[in-house]
Each structure stands twice: as structure tokens, then as C-alpha cells.
């Protein structure tokens, strides 16, 4: 009876396999960008920005410190140790990560709009931090960090 039951089952899982569909490499690649255009609408749609009006810090070196320890943690590999979008599962992968060096960069002087793009993420490839676990008060934190230490004020001429 075992015998039967064994033989039943590899019949059932090569059938299984056999029958697969399979998907090209253009047909994937439109998933993951469907897949990833949703993951953003979920966080547009979760974003709270009045949130950050309720936070508050032991001081400005305590959000400043919680800032650099979240952006060890959580976005050198791709936008690199001073935000040049050279890290090093960036290059791996070979994702174009901004810099936010240069001197145009879309969010220097903007901590509002930074907060909201680390929040919600971004379609290409920048993770969705407020869906993956970062609370409010990390995104805060990496953001202030981000615009005092990394953007492009801080580039030495």
C-alpha cells in the first residue's frame, strides 16, 4: 500500500512540474515592477506625514546618532557610507542609486519630502521602509541624518 501511495505522489508532483508555465524574462520582470508599483500605492496609502509633528527626542544628538545607526543598518549597502549610491549590493546588482552629493539633488532642504521617500520607497528598487518595519521615528531619524550629514552642503570643494 505504501509502495502505491509513494507512486502516486511522484506521479502528481512531476505532473505538477511538467505542467508549469513558463514565464519569460520580460513577463517577470513586468510582475516584479507591477508587484513593486503596489508595494508603493500600500505605503502612499499608510503614510500619515502629521506623524512626525508628534515625536519627540531627548535632544537634537539623540535623533542625529538614532539617524546615523539607521542608516548603518538599513541603506549603506545601496546608497554607500556617504550617500554616493555606490554600495556595495547596489554595485552587486548593478542598480542605479542616486547620490545625494550632487548639488541638485530633488531633496536637499526638503526633510518633508525625504521623509515621505524613505516611508513609501520607490518603484525601481529603494525598499518601502514604513511597510518593511522602520517606524516613524527611524524614518525621522535616518531623515535628519540624511539632510545634516549626507546631502550635498556637506560635499568639501
Known amino acids: 500500500m505504501m509502495r502505491w501511495i ?11 512540474i511538467g505542467c508549469k508555465e513558463q514565464v519569460s524574462d520580460e513577463e517577470l520582470a513586468a510582475e516584479k515592477a507591477a508587484a513593486r508599483a503596489d508595494s508603493v500605492s500600500m505605503a502612499e ?66 526633510l518633508d519630502a525625504l521623509r515621505h ?5 520607490y518603484s525601481g528598487a529603494m525598499p518601502n521602509w514604513g511597510l518593511v518595519g522602520l517606524p516613524y521615528r527611524d524614518i525621522d531619524a535616518v531623515s535628519v541624518y540624511i539632510a545634516t550629514h549626507l546631502g550635498p552642503q556637506t560635499v568639501q570643494n
Do not use: E
Open 45 to 110: 496609502a499608510l503614510y500619515d506625514a502629521s506623524v512626525f509633528d508628534t515625536l519627540t527626542w531627548d535632544s537634537p544628538i539623540a535623533r542625529v546618532d538614532r539617524g546615523a545607526l539607521v542608516w548603518n543598518v538599513s541603506c549603506t549597502k545601496c546608497h554607500g557610507d556617504r550617500g554616493g549610491g555606490n554600495g556595495d549590493y547596489a554595485k552587486q546588482l548593478q542598480l542605479k542609486v542616486p547620490s545625494f552629493m550632487v548639488q541638485d539633488w530633488k531633496y536637499d532642504g526638503d
Open 6 to 16: 509513494s507512486l502516486f505522489m511522484v506521479v502528481a508532483l512531476v505532473s505538477a
Open 117 to 121: 521617500r524613505v516611508f513609501v520607497g
